[in-house]
């Protein structure tokens, strides 16, 4: 470590003194010092202004002494990284990872116990994470909680989900952080199983505005072998603390040195662009760790979904519950269930719809026996993951799908027995391999076994992270549904194509969500990675497909287009049936024109909660890509086009909301206009409450 400066004389000058380091471009400076008591603390100021006044940093932990107090300093270090990486998919082709670094070496006196402290400070955040290096006096330890706290400059204004160790699956509240006690039941309505909590507990990544319109993103990156973090607010002072996801038993992270915490991250700017912008996230996290990625391939599917997801059909083959027979395909004189959508008939219909349209992938759901049986009972032996239901044969469907150009997803429901996946997955694997797939979507609904874990226990931690690692083995790329939150760990796994992990576009066939929605996600669950929101509903009266669901779809049908853009996920399906596609024809051409791998992308307009836009250049080829999201309001985008290269003329089509398009009662009303533009083009464009446009940017045709 050639750049490194030890400093070791430092902090024998004060006890109390510290140490301060500065962003690259200066704008973000930590400040770490210990207290009088030998407490490790730390300050966080971007341009001058307060972000995270004096916060403590530390643990509690099992049958042993705590490690808050009583530390000395042994040692200072910097370093400084300036390097560019090349993401295998992504937002923009290379990634710059320029931060400076402090590590400091901490020693508690009274036991001898040793505990550092890495920060490293981007010019729009910081990172820090605890190490615990192999040392005489600790070996072995038990986390009971981490006292890690960010202490509040002021009563900010918040965009938040409570606290929950089993669903992020909520719908945001937006509020002043003292209001968050009084709104929380509030908060949790719709949702089960949260009696555990605090009720000033909340999510990350939490998305925070201040009085004096600093935007501010508390999260943590790199979440590997340790349980998820949330936050818990103390009304009085403002100051949130770091509150772990606990295991079966109570605890919170089982520790063996050498060992380190995932990064807790700071990103803050006076521009709420710069949060989308951030890689900061990504850049916490270690290189690509598989050699060849040739077989990760961004992918935009179709599935036989939707029609399951609002209840016009099945998963199931049969409606009783003891026909289920695991690895058995005879069904005896079981009547079949005459709504199973996973038959071969209607399986083909999707590929040729797939196949016409120009889509990679047909994900199927409810092809394998088991869905009789499979919710709310806490059943180990769940599904087996081969074995197909009568109706639906995969050797077929495979080659009929790859005969046109287009694969099948496959779809693993684990319903949470984590216990029954792991005993199964190389075979599951493998059964995929034999037959064509290369992509699976995996889930996690109901309570996890081992009964009394969590779906973000450190323990169930691992297993997304262990199912991601066996799958590279068998090039398989994985979707995650219900699983913890991305921080960001498909930098080091880029077959980790996408997660669900927040509230998707199935919430609009469960009561729907909120019409601002998909103005926060991007500030929130998107900072750790791409989400498989799976937009593209056209039709939004969901009781047209199941007389007995009265849900109804909350935005526009423009703003399903914005999406596209807003929502990025290099795994991006196109949600509705064909043939809602098939009455909107020149609307669904934006789907199948955009892109979902970026060469670039500029973000345009952004404020949490109320708009998002944002223009991306697609790799390898010339087009842009331009969607908007708006809030509760009535808006008009100002798309600034300097973008494009300047001397070229583009056409832009412009897929936007009809001015009397409502989101409630007419929400198919739209307008497609074309315009030339160039770089120096400025177009204002009027979106109503829950609505938005997406615009496609073609090189002009020469005449
Ligand atoms: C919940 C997932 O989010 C949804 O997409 C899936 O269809 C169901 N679980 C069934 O696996
Ligand atoms: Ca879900």
């Given amino acids: 470590m050639k750049n490194f400066i030890t400093l070791l004389f430092f902090f024998t000058i004060s006890s109390v003194s510290g140490q301060s380091l500065l962003s690259p471009n200066k704008h973000t400076k930590v400040f770490f010092s210990l207290s009088p008591e030998g407490k490790p603390t730390y300050t966080l100021n971007y341009k001058g202004e307060a972000v995270v006044l004096k916060s403590n940093l530390g643990f509690e932990l099992v049958n042993a002494k705590p490690l808050i107090e ?47 402290i890495r920060f490293r400070v981007f010019d729009e955040g910081v990172g820090f994470r605890y190490e615990f290096p192999v040392q005489q006096h600790m070996g072995h330890f038990i986390i009971a909680q981490e006292r890690t706290a960010f202490a509040m400059t002021g009563d900010h204004v918040a965009h938040w989900i409570p606290g929950d160790y089993d669903t992020q699956e909520y719908d945001y509240t937006t509020s002043k952080l003292s209001e968050i006690e009084s709104l929380f039941d509030t908060a949790l309505t719709g949702n089960a199983s949260q009696e555990q909590f605090s009720k000033t507990g909340v999510q990350t990544a939490l998305m925070l505005k201040t009085d004096s319109g600093l935007y501010v993103n508390i999260h943590e990156a790199a979440l590997i072998d340790y349980p998820a973090m949330h936050l818990n607010l103390d009304p009085q002072t403002l100051t949130f603390e770091s509150w772990l996801t606990p295991d079966a038993t109570g605890n919170m992270a089982y520790m063996v040195t050498p060992h380190h915490t995932p990064w807790r991250t700071i990103i803050a700017s006076k521009d709420a662009r710069d949060i989308l912008a951030s890689r900061m996230t990504y850049n916490l996290n270690e290189p690509c760790a598989i050699e060849d990625t040739s077989w990760i391939k961004p992918m935009k ?24 027979k695991l690895g058995k395909t005879d069904f005896g004189s079981t009547t079949p269930n005459q709504t199973h959508a996973a038959n071969n008939t209607n399986v083909k219909r999707y590929i040729d719809f797939a196949a016409q349209h120009g889509f990679d992938g047909v994900l199927v759901e409810g092809w394998n026996v088991g869905w009789e049986d499979w919710f709310g009972h806490s059943k180990d032996y769940v599904f087996d993951f081969v074995t197909p239901y009568p109706d639906f044969d995969v050797k077929i469907l495979n080659s009929y799908a790859r005969g046109k150009g287009v694969e099948l997803i496959m779809h693993h429901e684990t319903s949470s027995s984590v216990r029954n996946y792991e005993r199964q997955m190389d075979k599951a694997y493998q059964f995929m391999k034999d037959n064509g797939y290369h992509a699976v979507k995996s889930g996690y609904v109901g309570d996890i076994i081992p009964r009394g874990e969590h779906h973000y226990s450190q323990f169930i931690v691992n297993h997304y992270h262990y199912a991601i690692q066996k799958a590279a083995e068998y090039e398989v790329m994985v979707n995650a549904h219900e699983a913890v939150r991305p921080t960001g760990v498909a930098r080091t796994y880029p077959n980790l194509i996408a997660n669900e992990s927040a509230r998707g576009t199935e919430f609009q066939a469960f009561g729907g969500s909120k019409p601002n929605h998909t103005t926060i996600l991007p500030f929130t669950r998107l900072i750790g990675g791409p989400m498989d929101y799976t937009p593209g509903v056209f039709e939004m009266d969901i009781s047209k497909l199941n007389p007995n669901n009265n849900s109804h779809v909350n935005t526009t049908l423009a703003n399903q287009l914005g999406l596209y853009v807003v929502m990025f996920s290099p795994l991006q399906m196109a949600a509705d049936l064909p043939e809602h596609y098939e009455k909107f024809m020149d609307a669904f051409q934006f789907i199948k024109d955009v892109g979902i791998d970026w060469e670039k992308s500029v973000y345009l307009e952004a404020e949490p909660g109320e708009y998002i836009t944002i223009a991306r250049k697609e790799k390898s080829t010339p087009n842009w890509f331009v969607g908007n999201s708006n809030g509760y309001n009535n808006r008009q985008a100002v798309v600034d086009f300097s973008f494009l290269t300047p001397g070229k003329k583009y056409t832009a089509t412009i897929y936007r909301d009809h001015p009397k398009a409502d989101y409630k009662t007419n929400p198919q009303a739209y307008v497609i206009e074309t315009k030339t533009v160039t770089s120096k083009s400025k177009l204002k464009i009027e979106t109503v409450p829950a609505g938005g446009f997406g615009i496609s940017v073609l090189p002009k045709k020469l005449e």
């Fill in 70 to 116: 009583n530390f000395t300093v042994l040692d200072v270090q910097f370093n400084t990284k300036d390097e560019t990486w090349t993401p295998v998919w992504g937002e923009e082709n290379s990634i710059r990872n320029h931060y400076n670094e402090m590590l400091i070496a901490l020693e508690q006196e009274a036991t001898k116990r040793k505990m550092n």
């Fill in 301 to 324: 599917y179709v599935g036989v979904w939707w029609e399951m997801i609002t209840g016009k059909s099945s998963w199931s083959y049969t409606n009783d519950v003891n026909a289920v």
